[in-house]
């Protein structure tokens, strides 16, 4: 499967954005999908994880409350609307598929995107 991001920019504190990932391939519905952050000089970081049906949601720490990671399986298309940004957002943001369960681990995930850049001031 072939991931493609968009939506990333610049927002100030207190602000949303909308992050999209295009799919291609018959076989996304049957994959969990994660996002995965990297700032700079950090490593990266699992943001937030979703099942193959949609119906089940995992989020780490610093983002629960704010963001919320949803698909939609007819458009191949997943999602994380982030809402109440920070500056301590900033960062690359990457989809990621093939998952295991409530994963947040980058080696679980076997497919990726190029990310796509949100920056909060």
């Known amino acids: 499967v072939q991931l493609v991001e968009s939506g990333g920019g610049s927002v100030q504190a207190g602000g949303s954005l909308r992050l999209s990932c295009a799919a291609s391939?018959?076989?996304?519905?049957?994959?969990?999908m994660g996002w995965f952050r990297r700032a700079p000089g950090k490593e990266r970081e699992g943001v937030a994880h979703?099942?193959?049906?949609?119906?089940?949601?995992h989020y780490a720490g610093s983002v629960k409350g704010r963001f919320t990671i949803s698909r939609d399986n007819a458009k191949n298309t997943l999602y994380l609307q982030m809402n109440g940004l920070k500056p301590e957002d900033t960062a690359m943001y990457y989809c990621a598929a093939g998952g295991g369960p409530r994963s947040l681990w980058a080696g679980d995930f076997g497919y990726w995107g190029q990310g796509t850049q949100v920056t909060v001031s």
């Open positions: 979703i099942s193959s049906g949609g119906g089940l949601t």
């Open positions: 391939g018959d076989a996304y519905s049957e994959y969990c």
